[in-house]
Nanobody, 116 residues
Framework: QVQLVESGGGLVQPGGSLRLSCAASGFTFSSYAMRWYRQAPGKERELVASITNARGITGYASSVKGRFTISRDNAKNTVYLQMRSLKPEDTAVYFC?????????WGQGTQVTVSS
């Protein structure tokens, strides 16, 4: 059974940091590219960051470049999203996504709220 379980969300003040984790099971994690998406209320889901399977090449949305860092630990079947200098506009539900060809898996999401 494929599972992606996100954790690490919560309430943080502007300028603060959070680290999200996504634990994967039920598939060969190291063979999949991994992505973080987010969806704010009333908005479409958007791609935030991605990391390839083997070489770990990363990519970021322009809105988070320089503030967010995606990484993966294939030994732990986990992908991370380190978020720094958080802004109120970063408030959203953050979703983990595994992608390989026609195979796409999603987690249930974790809420991140940036507010004073």
């Amino acid at each position: 059974q494929v599972q992606l379980v996100e954790s690490g969300g919560g309430l943080v003040q502007p300028g603060g940091s959070l680290r999200l984790s996504c634990a994967a099971s039920g598939f060969t994690f190291s063979s999949y590219a991994m992505r973080w998406y987010r969806q704010a209320p009333g908005k479409e889901r958007e791609l935030v960051a991605s990391i390839t399977n083997a070489r770990g090449i990363t990519g970021y949305a322009s809105s988070v470049k320089g503030r967010f860092t995606i990484s993966r630990d294939n030994a732990k079947n986990t992908v991370y999203l380190q978020m720094r200098s958080l802004k109120p506009e970063d408030t959203a539900v953050y979703f983990c996504n595994a992608f390989r060809g026609d195979y796409i898996y999603w987690g249930q999401g974790t809420q991140v709220t940036v507010s004073s």
